[in-house]
């Protein structure tokens, strides 16, 4: 096995917006510091193809439907997960002396992305030019991490549409920036002992991204240093930034978990990693056809839960019925119904058909959800409920529930604002139920979500910008002609409550559908 090398220093240089474009156009700085060296032009952008769920990836070393941030989120709030410490956490604990330095044209990154008591010096810029001008004396510090995010070149493709002229030209502008800060480390004297990286969080289609089309998904990566070879970087996924850069300066970092810190040094960088990258294969989880056990039966709902906090039951038994008789179902198209739920049948919504709910309103104090997904491949993003027509956006108040291909999203709607909330689903699984639980606590604004009745991720927002939760009437699906749902979708045991359950009242709960 070849001989494993320490860095004394790493360099991230991310490209907002890049994606793998760069293949398209005049890079002469990128051409000639990797020439020699490993890159792909086909790594992977996380889903959703957005900067903070990336760039949270890269920094934090995991998949955005775990970590949970959005850019309004990091936004508003300071890093301060202990149990996701971004990159430069980890790297402090080993090395407390070492100067580490962000320098990013977005801001959000550097204050939501990064703990505030490192001591990592923190520049910011809306113009790369100038942020360049700030990154050169920085080097000259002798950084022990440097993290770069240029952002022009994604305002180029939001302005211009992504691969073209006007978009290439900024790609070819930045290149420049790179070269400079790629000879600032050779005046340094450190280029030797550095390893240096060139990235990109996503790509683009048209003027925007956020799916996963050929010019979005796909990134550049390019990695330096007196210990990589010349060839190709295997697989690749933006948050396995966070595991190049510890293992390049040799500090350890958790074994992969999906439901947590889940990056992966990707083979071609290091000889000695090669093979070690593991590829999750999902397997369906489907049930066998059981009765729904009559409510108030010894095996029946109510024997588990206090009846008295639900406030709608739909389980989809070939029909749209509230158990709980609290509001009577109007039926929107062609909501269809088979057999393999969990329990009876199941429903299918999207493109056929809705159900409303005009009686069901949530609680101010705080409400919970809890609902069997069929976890698929989605191109786009589903509505599975909510109470807030889309037109009335963001003046109305309310929330939804979306589903894509690996995680829920939750959106609250209140006073001209949102807070965005990612809920992950299993990677394992590639096409099943999984059960999900979100309990939103109104009086403390914390988020929390359960996936197959086990805590994962939670979130806070600003309660004084929600004033209620209550817009127009419930929908599971949408009937918003603003928001047709072209996908189908299926949901099982859908069940609404009152404030925010026990952990013994999930526990409960859990063991109903055992």
């Given amino acids: 096995m070849p001989e494993r090398i320490i860095y004394d220093y790493v360099a991230v240089i991310g490209v907002d917006g890049m994606g793998n474009f760069n293949k398209n156009t005049e890079t002469p700085n990128i051409d000639r510091i990797f020439k020699d060296y490993a890159e792909t032009y086909y790594g992977y952008s996380m889903l959703p193809t957005i900067s903070a769920q990336n760039w949270g990836g890269m920094l934090l070393g995991a998949s955005p439907a775990v970590h949970g941030l959005t850019n309004g989120y990091i936004s508003q709030f300071e890093h ?41 010096e923190m520049g910011t810029n809306g113009n790369d030019s100038v942020l360049t001008d700030m990154i050169i004396p920085a080097v000259m510090k002798k950084p022990k991490f440097l993290f770069v995010q240029f952002d022009n070149v994604d305002g180029a493709g939001h302005k211009n549409d992504y691969g073209t002229e006007g978009h290439l030209k900024q790609i070819s502008i930045t290149d420049e920036y790179i070269g400079r800060i790629f000879e600032a480390y050779e005046k340094a004297g450190i280029l030797k002992d550095t390893l240096f990286i060139v990235t990109a969080d996503h790509g683009g289609f048209n003027k ?12 550049y990566l390019g990695a330096r240093g007196k210990g990589v070879k010349k060839g ?139 609902s069997w997904v069929w976890k698929q491949e989605i191109k786009g993003i589903v509505p599975l409920f909510g109470n807030l027509d889309f037109t009335k956006r963001p003046e109305g108040a309310g929330f939804h529930i979306l589903q894509r291909s690996e995680d ?47 805590p994962t991720v939670s979130a806070k927002y600003n309660t004084e910008i929600y004033n209620n939760f209550n817009g127009d009437s419930f929908v599971v699906g949408s009937d918003r002609s603003e928001n047709k749902v072209k996908e189908l979708f299926y949901l099982d045991d859908l069940l609404l409550f009152d404030g925010v359950l026990s952990r013994d009242e999930i526990a409960k709960l859990a063991e109903y559908y055992k």
């Avoid at 410490?85 to 939501?112: C, M, Q, T």
Wanted: proline share 5%; aromatic share 14%.
């Fill in 80 to 120: 301060d997960r202990e149990n996701l410490p971004s990159v430069f956490k980890r790297i402090r604990e080993v090395y407390p002396d070492a100067y580490l330095a962000s320098f990013v044209n977005w801001n959000p990154i550097n204050h939501g992305l990064i703990e505030h008591n490192l001591g990592v």
């Fill in 208 to 219: 925007g991204h956020g799916g996963f089309t050929v010019g979005e998904k796909y990134v």
């Fill in 232 to 370: 190709g970087i295997g697989f690749y996924r933006t948050k396995d930034i966070s595991s190049i850069v510890l293992y390049a300066l040799g500090v350890d970092y958790p074994e992969f978990d999906e439901f947590g810190y889940s990056s992966q040094v990707p083979d071609g960088i290091f000889p000695e990693t090669m093979g070690c990258y593991k590829l999750i294969e999902g397997e369906a989880n489907i049930p066998s056809p059981r009765p729904t056990p009559d409510l108030y039966d010894e095996k029946g709902l109510y024997n588990f839960i206090n009846k008295d906090n639900l406030k709608l039951g739909l389980f989809f038994n070939s029909n749209l019925d509230d158990v709980t008789g609290h509001s009577k179902a109007v039926e929107k198209g062609l909501v269809k119904f088979y057999n393999q739920g969990i329990y009876d049948s199941r429903a299918e919504f999207g493109a056929t058909g809705s159900a409303l709910y005009p009686e069901i309103k949530v609680s101010d104090k705080g409400f919970t959800f809890a």
């Fill in 408 to 454: 829920v999203l939750i959106v609250l709607f209140g006073n001209n604002n949102q807070c965005e909330f990612m809920a992950p689903l299993p990677e394992a699984v590639s096409e099943g139920w999984v059960h999900i639980m979100i309990s939103v606590d109104a009086e403390k604004g914390t988020i929390q979500h359960y996936l197959n009745f086990k």
